[in-house]
């Protein structure tokens, strides 16, 4: 994501997403990221729009608008249309990261995994995981509750239903209490806070875990290099720069990319090819 | 004082009042459990069980507070007033409801939860929850996430993560009463083995003794926080008999009302005694007394074909939840007509409580038909149902919002736009309640919370009503008295179903059950016919008389007249519970 975020260069980020897409794929989170994308596209759509709309910085005309009131005529530049694309792939680029994460990674293990520095907090969010969807269901169940006895929440002026939903969040205030305590009950039976207290760990590292994280090293380092050298830039305003890449940009751009990439075929080889899976 | 002679727990003396409690919770309180007993304690609803089990568990004083007077040892040690108390972990507790006391949002966190409180190394943690996933069969979802377990997998991580901890002791408060009986036969074997053969000494606090009476080394009969009466469970079945006293199993309280001084305590027990009588093969039901006949319920079904339109109609429904791929209702084509009481019976997860929110027209089926009163509920709004239905969901906290029970009933009526035209008065007398009508509902018993919501209820007066799990945490006695209001509810023209566990109390008040299995109806129609032919969900009663009677007998009062009459031996009249 931190690449995606660093890079404007049009190559750079089509071979970014392409990892990232590579990588949802092979952590069998496509379909996720389709419902993330549904959120996204209109988002991106607008970014083009907009920037195309606003952006007065660039300039090779490609269309120029009839007179309008107030505005006068709008330029439509290439520049401002190519960047809002650029920033357009970024957003995807993104939310597919985001998909990677809650398709790969258990809250439970990542708060485990850092519950030996900050174990309280790590407690209390996997309480706040735990409890938060058992809170929204009891909330269903006391709306049903409350229809069946003849309270009316789909109609009624606002002020109305504003005092229908005041009732349940009363019976969700106190039946929250009374879970709450109830949990403490329970933690404390179970020896919570009767001294000092170890770490549960279980993640292991094998192969695979340590592809992945020379992947991640291997794009960060070639990154880290371009970001010092200037390899990899690329200036959309006021015309766009040259796509086409020098030497040492190009084998940049292949670490970057074989960096991302390698997770992914890690993720492949583990899913789908017996012997690599048997050797990672 | 050597452990022979103190036993794991020794109690003297002990009285305890929670905070701001005027009355004790533990009066005066003698016991002392031995090491590997399985310690059995019974009594109502407030008898002060679950007391003393966060007494043994160090919950109390610890977590609650109040008051405590007397000595309380643990191992030969003093622990009220003594430095270190309990140690941490000696003595585990697993609760009635498995959704309020798990921790983490998966299965292997959970079970290693206890172990990093008790400050343990990665490999003895590792080791342990891969030893009790093993024992418990939870290795395959080590995995898992908690919330997609089924109800009976969830008790058995709760006690998973408990045993984890090498308890000395476990105590168990109602443990079974969230779980089928399939589920909760399963459990018990647990409970058995880890007695058994792991020397892990029980404390068991249960409501429904048909599965584990028998089990009990011994048995603590506790009435308004005093133990009333201690001993083997044969001795403390034939007293309770004696002194009127109904905490027991079916078959034992049968025999023991029967006037045998040993009350066998198992149906296997009860067959052997029935075959030391001449019970006459191809005796013919018709014979019982009409004195000790049917329930009232069941006297409608005996009457014929219902003669009313059905209120309730269920046609061919099918439902799925939004996101899930599997339908939690297939093809349900059921009818409820005015004055039924129904029984809907069924593994946890089968679709019972989906069944009851279709007919309360929470929620549309995806194909099918549901009507109420000949009204499409698609068309309906849930709200436009209230007064017609009334719905009472597993959890009676849900309809607890105002500052008295009284105003609970009364802002069900406003809801609906009614006045009260002396109902409130009545529905609370009809329910015992006027004594607490001005009592915060929040400050109430478990039992008492589920009669001030059944109040909340029925004081709309519905046609149609429906409970999801109503006996959850009563008592025998509280039970009987749901049992019989239910009846005269249904006596009075209003058409009751009611999804439940309990297949003692469907067998004596139900006259229809239906069994829901895996979304699917697999069997529909009279109690005892549906029960009696059922091998895992037939009541004790009818496994006793299973080919001793011509015809099935599933109800308490049936066996009674029947045995009765085969003993020739006058019983004094009143004797019947």
């Known amino acids: 994501m931190v690449l995606a975020l660093v890079f404007l260069h049009p190559l750079y980020l089509a071979a970014l997403t392409l990892g990232t897409f590579l990588a949802v794929w092979s952590a069998g989170g496509l379909k996720t990221w389709g419902i993330y994308l549904r959120f996204a596209f209109p988002l991106a759509l607008l970014l083009v729009a907009v920037n195309l709309l606003a952006n007065r910085s660039g300039e090779t005309v490609i269309w120029l608008s009839p007179p309008l009131p107030v505005a006068g005529r709008l330029a439509f530049t290439l520049e401002a249309l190519c960047y809002g694309a650029a920033m357009a792939v970024r957003l995807v680029c993104v939310t597919g990261v985001f998909c990677l994460y809650s398709s790969s990674v258990h809250p439970d293990r990542l708060l485990g995994f850092f519950s030996g520095l900050a174990w309280r907090s790590a407690l209390t969010t996997a309480l706040a995981a735990r409890l938060y969807p058992a809170m929204v269901s009891s909330l269903y169940s006391i709306r049903e509750a409350l229809q069946t006895r003849g309270v009316n929440f789909d109609g009624g002026s606002a002020v109305e239903r504003a005092k229908n939903y005041s009732f349940v969040l009363r019976a969700l205030l106190f039946c929250s209490l009374e879970d709450s305590l109830q949990l403490a009950e329970a933690m404390q039976a179970r020896a919570f806070g009767s001294g000092r207290r170890s770490s549960y760990r279980r993640e292991e590292m094998r192969p695979r875990d340590w592809l992945v994280l020379a992947g991640c090293a291997l794009s960060g380092t070639a990154a880290l290099a371009g970001f010092f050298t200037g390899w990899g830039s690329f200036s959309y305003y006021p015309r766009l720069d040259s796509i086409s890449l020098g030497g040492p940009e190009a084998l940049q751009l292949a670490l970057v990319s074989a960096g991302v990439v390698l997770p992914a075929a890690a993720g492949w080889g583990w899913n789908k090819w017996e012997f690599l899976r048997s050797k990672i | ?577």
């Open chain 2, 1 to 577: 004082m050597g452990l022979e002679q103190m036993g794991v727990f020794k109690i003297e003396n002990l009285t305890y009042y929670y905070p701001s409690s005027q009355k004790p919770a533990l009066c005066e309180i003698n016991l002392t459990v031995e090491e590997g007993e399985f310690l059995l304690v019974v009594g109502g609803s407030g008898s002060g069980k679950s007391s003393l089990a966060r007494l043994l568990a160090g919950l109390i004083p610890g977590f609650y507070g109040g008051r405590i007077g007397g000595r309380l040892y643990y191992r030969g040690e003093e622990v009220l007033r003594g430095k270190g108390g309990i140690p941490p972990g000696e003595v585990g507790i697993v609760f009635q409801d498995p959704e309020k006391q798990l921790v983490m949002t998966e299965v292997e966190a959970e079970i290693a939860f206890g172990l990093e409180n008790l400050n343990l190394e990665l490999g003895e943690m590792r080791r342990r929850v891969a030893e009790t996933a093993g024992f418990l069969g939870l290795g395959s979802l080590l995995g898992a996430n908690v919330a997609g377990l089924s109800g009976g997998q969830k008790q058995k991580l709760a006690l998973a993560s408990v045993l984890a901890m090498q308890p000395r002791v476990l105590v168990l408060d109602e443990p079974t009463s969230q779980l089928d009986p399939a589920c909760a036969e399963e459990f018990f074997n647990l409970v058995r083995r880890l007695n058994e053969e792991m020397n892990v000494t029980v404390v068991l606090i249960e409501q429904r003794l048909e599965r584990c009476y028998h089990l009990a080394d011994r048995v603590v009969l506790l009435e308004a926080g005093r133990v009333l009466v201690q001993g083997a469970p044969g001795e403390v079945a034939r007293w309770q008999a004696e002194n009127g006293f109904p905490f027991l199993p079916p078959v034992a309280s049968l025999f023991a009302h029967l006037g045998f001084s040993r009350p066998p305590l198992t149906v296997k027990e009860g067959r052997a005694a029935l075959g030391s009588l001449s019970v006459r093969q191809g005796e013919r039901a018709e014979q019982v007394p009409p004195a000790a006949g049917p329930s009232p319920a069941r006297s409608l079904k005996k009457a014929g074909p219902a003669p009313f339109k059905a209120l309730l109609e269920m046609k061919k429904v099918w439902f799925a939840y939004p996101g899930s791929r599997e339908e939690a209702l297939r093809g349900v084509s059921l009818e409820v007509q005015p004055g039924e009481l129904v029984a809907v019976l069924g593994e946890n997860a089968a679709g019972k409580t989906t069944l009851l929110k279709l007919a309360a027209g929470l929620i549309k089926p995806g194909r099918g038909n549901v009507t109420v009163a000949g009204r499409d509920t698609k068309e309906l709004l849930p709200h436009q149902l209230a007064g017609k239905v009334g719905y009472l969901s597993q959890n009676p906290g849900e309809y607890l919002l105002q500052e008295t029970v009284e105003g609970e009933l009364l802002f069900t009526l406003a809801s609906l736009g009614r006045e009260d035209d002396g109902r409130v008065a009545y529905i609370l007398e009809e329910l015992e309640l006027k004594t607490l009508c001005r009592t915060h509902p929040r400050d109430l018993s478990s039992g008492e919370r589920q009669r001030a919501a059944l109040a909340a209820v029925l004081v709309a007066g519905p046609e149609l009503l429906l409970l999801d799990e109503p006996t959850r945490g009563l008592d025998c006695r509280l039970k009987s008295r749901l049992g019989e209001l239910l009846c005269r509810i249904a006596q009075k023209g209003t058409a009751v179903l009611l999804v439940t566990h309990d297949v003692e109390f469907a067998a004596e008040y139900a006259g229809r059950v239906v069994m829901l299995f895996h979304g699917r109806i697999a069997a529909d129609g009279p109690a005892k016919t549906v029960l009696s032919s059922s091998f895992f969900y037939a009541p004790q009663i009818s496994r006793l008389l299973q080919g001793r009677a011509g015809e099935p007998v599933v109800t308490f009062r049936e066996a009674f007249a029947l045995l009765q009459s085969l003993l020739k031996t006058p019983v004094p009249a009143g004797i019947l519970p």
